[in-house]
């Protein structure tokens, strides 16, 4: 299964879904804004990182732009957030974000699916 | 009875005085011109608007001089100006666009301009306008306070779902079947206002005009399957068949928002799901065209009233029929849908009869024109 991380400000939001990730096997890691995010990425290889956008100390556009995808064509990055149709939601895609989900709308199984889909399929971006 | 002849130049001059004042009296920028389009007159709220002075703009003609450009900063063709519009259509034009001041500064004006028209021949046109920088300032801050109020709302909604799902689906362990029944209800609630925040959030950037589209390829009966993934639950908490069907052999790809088009299939099948007896039926059909896609919803549900037809679309509209059923409901549904259509370049129109059912009909163009972003 794959690694990956979760950069989430709401700790009861990280805190389900590192349940659910890990429940089906994948190695989570959580980082509660975009700082925390790049810190543990020295010793954290994730496959996939699961990112808000607003959040305190270093928000998840600030974070793609110090966390260059161009450098990491591996890792794919979801944007989890509840700000649909925005201009920050275009920016993320310029910065190589994979797919957009919005979080009030997403059920955990959705979420999953989604995520499957994503470490499974390297074509084109889209939005969820 | 003789005229004196000195008596009636004065009255001329006194005439031509009080059209000027009056003239000048104009809350508003205005500009007057002749049947050429050459300004004859200019107030002074204009002249310091537009940071001219009278006699740098007096006899210059109107649409050379005070160059109008459209939101992409490209100026506006001569036939697509107001003026040349009012010119001729002999009728009043109004409009939003955006002036360009003397020291090069862009500006947004909402004006008016009517041809002056004497025996029914324009022999003028006069144009009122004002600068609408401050209130265009006060609607990009009001759409940015209720996106921020909406993501703050939705945030703990997102827990709240995000937990009774867990529950639903044991991550804490068993649960009996009436719990079970009771965290379904606290998640059809949440999804509710989910809808009516996304709602709000998305007719505020609509008419603000700060929606952003985020257009990919995508085939359209993807994002109808996923609506129907959202929406089997509330369908069959009444009994109602959802199904889907891709018809004709032509291709169901267009570059679309997916967001939006998700909201917008949503929106209609949501309202058909809502207005349908229990038992009943809700197709959504896609078939691809030559020039665009063709999107059906159809129900065999209470159907629309004849007498409201024309009024579907508009804000806050409910159905006589509907309000005495169904208590929920904003009127904001099919609003919305119109606008995010517009929006897509699409167009919606729709069948119905009291009693048997509606049928919702919408396209979207293969070929879009829309700025992606």
Not at chain 2, 8 to 24: S, V
Not at chain 2, 345 to 367: A, D, N, Q, V
């Amino acid at each position: 299964m794959a690694n990956i991380l979760i950069v989430e400000d709401d700790k009861d939001l990280n805190n389900a879904y590192s349940i659910i990730l890990s429940s089906q096997d994948h190695t989570v890691e959580s980082a509660f804004d975009g700082q925390e995010a790049l810190d543990k990425l020295k010793n954290f290889k994730p496959d996939l990182i699961l990112l808000d956008l607003l959040m305190p100390i270093m928000g998840g556009l600030e974070f793609l732009q110090h966390f260059d995808l161009k450098v990491h064509p591996d890792v794919k990055v979801l944007i989890f957030t509840n700000m649909e149709n925005s201009p920050e939601v275009a920016e993320s895609y310029k910065l190589g974000a994979h797919r957009c989900i919005i979080k009030s709308w997403t059920a955990p199984h959705n979420l999953s699916r989604v995520i499957n889909e994503a470490l499974e399929n390297s074509s084109t971006p889209a939005t969820a | 009875m003789a005229i004196d002849p000195q008596s009636a130049i004065l009255q001329a001059e006194e005439q031509r005085a009080q059209a000027e004042a009056l003239f000048n009296s104009i809350g508003e920028g205005a500009i007057a011109t002749d049947e050429f389009g050459r300004i004859t007159r200019i107030n002074p709220i204009a002249l310091d608007i537009l940071g001219y002075k009278e006699s740098e703009l007096i006899g210059e003609w109107f649409p050379k001089k005070i160059v109008a450009i459209n939101e992409d900063d490209v100026t506006v063709n001569l036939i697509d100006r107001p003026i040349t519009k009012a010119f001729l259509t002999g009728r009043s034009v109004t409009d939003k666009i955006f002036y360009r001041k003397h020291d090069g500064q862009r500006f947004p004006v909402m004006l008016t301009v009517s041809p002056i028209l004497l025996a029914d021949r324009p022999i003028g046109a006069i144009e009122v306008f004002r600068d609408i920088t401050l209130e265009e300032e006060i609607d990009r801050m009001k759409s940015e306070f209720i996106s921020l109020a909406s993501h703050q709302l939705r945030t703990p909604l997102s827990a709240i779902k995000t937990y009774s799902h867990m529950l639903v689906d044991g991550y804490m362990g068993d649960v009996t079947p009436a719990q079970k029944k009771s965290l379904r209800t606290i998640i059809g609630a949440t999804n509710r206002m989910n809808e009516l925040i996304s709602t709000l959030l998305n007719i505020t950037r609509i008419e603000s005009g700060t929606i952003v589209i985020n257009s990919r390829m995508l085939r359209v009966e993807r994002a109808a399957e996923e609506v129907i993934k959202e929406l089997s639950l509330a369908a069959s908490e009444k009994n109602i068949n959802l199904s889907m069907t891709v018809q004709g052999k032509l291709a169901t790809s267009v570059k679309t928002d997916n967001l939006i088009l998700k909201e917008i299939i949503s929106n209609l099948v949501s309202n058909a799901i809502k207005y349908t007896t229990e038992g009943g039926a809700v197709d959504i059909s896609v078939r691809g065209r030559v020039k665009d896609v063709l999107i059906t919803v159809t129900d065999n549900g209470w159907g629309i009233p004849k007498e409201s037809h024309d009024q579907v679309f508009s804000k806050f509209f409910r159905a006589q029929n509907t309000v005495k059923r169904e208590t929920t409901g904003t009127g904001l549904g099919l609003y919305l849908v119109k606008g995010l259509l517009e929006r897509l370049r699409g167009t919606i129109w729709f069948e119905s009869e009291e009693g048997k059912g509606t049928k919702f009909f919408f396209t979207l163009p293969k070929e879009q024109r829309q700025r992606s972003n």
